[in-house]
């Protein structure tokens, strides 16, 4: 049942009730961090239902990740339209669009890539993976904005991009991409946009067909659209006044993956709408707000805020990466009141790579952790299960569910497989919105390839660890950055004016993701591998010493932390000859647990557990019957592994 009109407006600011009711068709709503536009999303959407200007049967709401479109979804089925309105991604639509036309016309659907990096790696003539992955970030970004391989280096030069690889050698791979593609029938999530876009363009029937499906459009997240997506968009709109897109320019983050946020900024200029602006801030302290803002613009007017006053951000210098570690760990554990959950604090940072001390930091604090980002989800083995079975069933995603549903997950011996199960589940559903007659196949093959990019982390109470992009969208009370200093504030490859433009806007972004505690590190020395370099500080903080908001506070960690990251180092050189042995036998077997892992594309607690490889370092056994006596090691995956391990036992020749 649809909410009633009046009930959608309960709880709403003044500019979000106008943001929700406005009689506008083309319409832009700017929405700063914490202001509720996901809240201002869907009650919009919701608002013209009951008021009957939008048929949610003909209503799209797009966005960029498919986590991002199943919670618009949830946010839709609390007020009653669920059912009606189709929520999903850009390619997701594109795929359903292309999906339908080539049935149509009884043409083979070419099959989607599911190694990219491997094939431009062949197209660029054998190369290594990183030098591949670098020269598919150019042909991505190039694609995105539309630009021809003929145009990428004059496009490359104006934008000072700096490929490692020379870029007419670039232009070369891209075409030979291009060929191995249409050679071996495949294609990529930008081809899918582009060959939707090309279908609508050469076939205006077609195109009128397609904008009769999806009469009212909505988009989130409107500043990550880049040239192609939005080509994309407009033919779909077909000229039809019926747009209202969301965005937020201070979060515009993507530049370098071909992000254009002028189509946000330029919004009405471009489509001749209205712009409205949310300026109210909900999430944060008073504190934490201004101190974001004034990283971003020292001139800027404050956002009005509604959370009450707090402790003020602190600026925390350390004499070197290790010690910073340890106070974020510190001020994690002195951040725990009695009765709080881990999760309500985050470890934000720069790059992944910073992540490996902060992780030690906090084991040896005995903080529990996880990391956002640390395993794709479709590794997960209960969604490896899924898509196994999807891939091998001969009939239409709808008659599949009930497959799904009756996975048994009980070998999987992973606490979090139901909940992802449930995930692929409730995926499915949402594509059967776009594509009713998608196959089994279909569905696999595209879940398989949409989603490899998002990212997974433990369940659980446990202190959030996630780079500032990664931590987009999310929210904790109290956050904690580190590395705030030049080479990682911003980073190295920022070299010219608008991409340093984006390195404050991401710190912004990293920033708001506090609600009441925010606490910024830096380390005056950093080891990058065998070699130890000074650091200094990020000029982006030099505004909040101006305004004396902030002051550096003692550099000494905790004795208990710093003690036991001592006694951690020192283990190997007090541990009996013995104990040493074992580890090195435990390290042996993590190392093939991890191979055969990835040659199944399994996560590695699904072919031999922690528990298990423990005790086989402990027992070191030598028959299948030793293998047998452990508690937890079945019967099925002793047939599947068990030779293999004792093969790894032996090999360590301990006695």
Not at 138 to 164: C, K, L, N, Q, T
Request: glycine share 6%.
């Amino acid at each position: 049942m649809e909410a009633d009109q009046d009930s959608l407006l309960i709880g709403l600011s003044e500019a979000q009730r106008e943001a929700v009711t406005a009689d506008d068709p083309l319409l832009c709503i700017v929405a700063g961090a914490g202001s509720g536009k996901t809240r201002v999303l869907t009650r919009r959407v919701a608002w013209r239902a009951a008021t009957e200007s939008l048929d949610p049967a003909h209503t799209l709401v797009l966005t960029f990740t498919r986590k991002a479109a199943s919670e618009l979804g949830d946010r839709l089925s609390r007020l009653g339209l669920r059912d009606d309105v189709a929520a999903g991604t850009f390619h997701s639509l594109a795929y359903a669009q292309l999906r339908a036309r080539w049935n149509d016309r009884n043409i083979s659907a070419p099959k989607l890539i599911d190694r990219r990096t491997k094939l431009f790696g062949e197209a660029m003539g054998g190369v290594g993976i990183d030098e591949a992955r670098a020269g598919l970030a150019e042909h991505d970004w190039a694609r995105a904005r539309m630009i021809e391989p003929e145009g990428y280096e004059s496009a490359a030069a104006a934008a000072r991009r700096r490929p490692v690889t020379d870029q007419s050698e670039l232009v070369g791979a891209f075409r030979a991409f291009a060929a191995l593609k249409r050679k071996r029938r495949l294609v990529d999530f930008d081809d899918l946009l582009v060959l939707a876009l090309r279908d609508l363009r050469a076939d205006a029937d077609y195109a009128a067909a397609m904008a009769w499906r999806f009469r009212h459009l909505f988009v989130d997240e409107f500043q990550d659209v880049n040239p192609l997506q939005f080509a994309l968009l407009e033919a779909w709109r077909a000229d039809r006044p019926d747009l209202c897109v969301v965005g937020d320019p201070d979060q515009a983050i993507y530049g370098w993956n071909g992000a254009d946020a002028s189509h946000l900024v330029d919004f009405d200029a471009r489509l001749g709408g209205r712009t409205i602006e949310l300026t109210d801030n909900f999430r944060s302290s008073p504190e934490v707000v201004r101190v974001a803002h004034l990283v971003l613009a020292a001139d800027r007017s404050t956002p009005t805020v509604h959370q009450p006053t707090a402790r003020p951000p602190v600026i925390v210098g350390h004499d070197d990466d290790r010690l910073e570690a340890a106070g974020i760990a510190r001020a994690a554990r002195d951040a725990h009141a009695p009765g709080t959950p881990w999760s309500t604090q985050a470890v934000l940072v720069r790059t992944n790579a910073q992540t490996v001390l902060i992780q030690e930091a906090l084991a040896a604090a005995g903080i529990p952790y996880r990391v956002r980002g640390g395993r794709s989800f479709v590794e997960h083995p209960a969604v490896v299960l899924a898509l196994q079975l999807l891939r091998g069933h001969p009939g239409r995603l709808g008659d599949a569910i009930g497959d799904l549903r009756a996975i048994d997950i009980t070998e999987l011996m992973v606490n979090d497989a139901g909940e992802h199960l449930d995930v692929v589940v409730r995926l499915a559903y949402d594509h059967l919105r776009l594509d009713r007659d998608c196959t089994a196949r279909a569905f696999a093959e595209l879940l398989g390839t949409t989603v490899a990019g998002e990212v997974i982390g433990p369940s659980g109470d446990a202190v959030d660890i996630a780079t500032f992009h990664a931590a987009k969208g999310l929210e904790w009370s109290v956050v904690h950055l580190a590395g705030l200093e030049e080479g990682y504030v911003p980073v190295w490859q920022a070299t010219s004016p608008e991409a340093v433009a984006e390195e404050r806007r991401l710190l912004h972004v990293a920033m708001t993701r506090a609600r009441t505690h925010l606490s910024l590190h830096w380390a005056r020395r950093r080891t990058f591998g065998d070699h130890t370099t000074d650091r200094t500080r990020s000029a982006f903080l030099r505004v909040l010493d101006e305004h004396r908001l902030t002051a550096d506070l003692p550099t000494e960690p905790d004795p208990g932390v710093r003690e036991s990251l001592r006694s951690r180092r020192q283990e190997l050189e007090t541990t009996p000859p013995f104990v040493v042995a074992r580890d090195a036998l435990h390290a042996s077997l993590l190392a093939w647990r991890d191979a055969a892992a990835r040659a199944t594309s399994v996560d590695p607690a699904a072919v031999v557990s922690d528990e298990v490889l423990a005790v086989i370092a402990d027992t070191r056994p030598v028959t299948d019957s030793d293998l047998a006596a452990i508690d937890g090691f079945s019967s099925m995956r002793r047939a599947r592994y068990g030779s293999r391990l004792l093969e790894v036992v032996a090999a360590a020749g301990l006695e």
